[in-house]
């Protein structure tokens, strides 16, 4: 590929489109590769019904006590800007043993092996 860049004439329209494949073969591989571990990674959030929504409650009008200044120097504003739901504190780490230890390395063999065969198609791709 580098010996493709150093000449003097251009490469043409397919090779750029190839070129541009495997890129994006290798960058999705990988990005897909490390989505699973992060998802193999992150502890259960909930381990029940989720608690029902409850909307912020409704903003309610001050007259800014009569002497014109607003209130405590926030601009008058009594609800935050963004709701956000609390869930549940996450549960203590698990200790992992001999079998959760070659179960957690299996799974990251595997998930590598997703991002090493992206690089592989790739190369084909770029081959003639």
């Known amino acids: 590929l580098v010996q493709k860049f150093e000449g003097d004439e ?6 750029g489109c190839r ?15 490390g989505i699973g571990m992060g998802l193999f990674l992150q502890p259960p959030r909930h381990h029940g019904p989720l608690p ?7 903003a309610t009008a001050s007259n800014g006590g009569g002497d014109g200044e ?5 601009g ?8 956000m739901m609390r869930s ?3 549960p203590p780490p698990v200790p992992i043993d001999g079998k959760g230890f070659v179960t957690m390395v299996l799974v990251f063999i595997f998930l ?3 991002g090493l065969y992206g690089l592989i198609v790739a190369l084909f791709a770029i081959g003639k």
């Open 112 to 114: 590598e092996a997703i």
């Open 19 to 33: 070129y541009l494949a495997a890129g994006l073969l290798v960058g999705f591989a990988c990005l897909c590769s």
């Open 70 to 74: 607003e209130s405590a120097g926030n």
């Open 10 to 15: 251009p490469i043409s329209d397919s090779e």
């Open 52 to 58: 029902p929504f409850s909307p912020p409650p409704p």
């Open 88 to 90: 549940p504190p996450p």
């Open 76 to 83: 008058g504003i009594t609800e935050p800007l963004l709701f």
